[in-house]
């Protein structure tokens, strides 16, 4: 019975617990405090490819190849996330090789805040 449960038992039971500490790792809820985080940090790390409206015409935009995102557009049609969030939360960690688009070291909810405020421009754009 012991053997049994060493066995079959203990490891399904780590499995689960694993994967119930997975699922709490996920994004953290999009509140005000959170996006007014993600514009500062936005205005001060992103825009200067981005733009400060997110449309992709900051002022490094025109040495840029490929061009910087352009956030404004249909959220459906970024060129690399297609609607993503997961997807753009791991371009902001680890940037987009052969790109200028680099990868950025900060705290998880500073990528959701960024995640969040980069969605914005598109959905205030009536996507
Ligand atoms: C030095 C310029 C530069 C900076 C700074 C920069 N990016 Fe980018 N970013 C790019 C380029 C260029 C691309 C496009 C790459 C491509 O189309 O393959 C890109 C692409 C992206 C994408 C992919 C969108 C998609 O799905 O197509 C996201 C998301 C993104 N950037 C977010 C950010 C955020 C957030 C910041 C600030 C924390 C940031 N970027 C800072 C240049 C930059």
């Keep these: ?8 038992a203990a ?4 499995t689960l617990f694993c994967l ?4 709490a790792e996920g994004p953290p809820p999009k509140t005000d405090q959170l996006l007014s ?10 825009a200067p490819c981005h733009g400060i409206q997110g449309d992709g015409q ?26 993503d ?4 939360f791991e371009i902001i960690q680890n940037g987009i090789p052969e790109t200028a688009m680099p990868g950025f070291k900060m705290p998880e909810e500073d990528i959701w805040a960024l995640v969040y405020t980069a969605m914005e421009f598109s ?5």
């Excluded at 019975?1 to 079959?8: E, G």
Aim: contains cysteine; charged residues 20%.
């Design 1 to 8: 019975m012991t053997k049994w449960f060493l066995k079959m």
């Design 11 to 14: 490891p399904a039971l780590l």
């Design 20 to 23: 119930s500490t997975t699922l």
């Design 37 to 46: 985080k993600g514009a500062t940090l936005f205005t001060n790390s992103c």
């Design 58 to 83: 900051g002022p490094m935009a025109k040495v840029l190849d490929p061009p910087a995102q352009d956030f404004t557009r249909p959220f459906q049609e970024w060129a690399v996330s297609a609607g």
């Design 85 to 88: 969030p997961r997807t753009i």
């Design 123 to 127: 959905r205030k754009n009536g996507d």
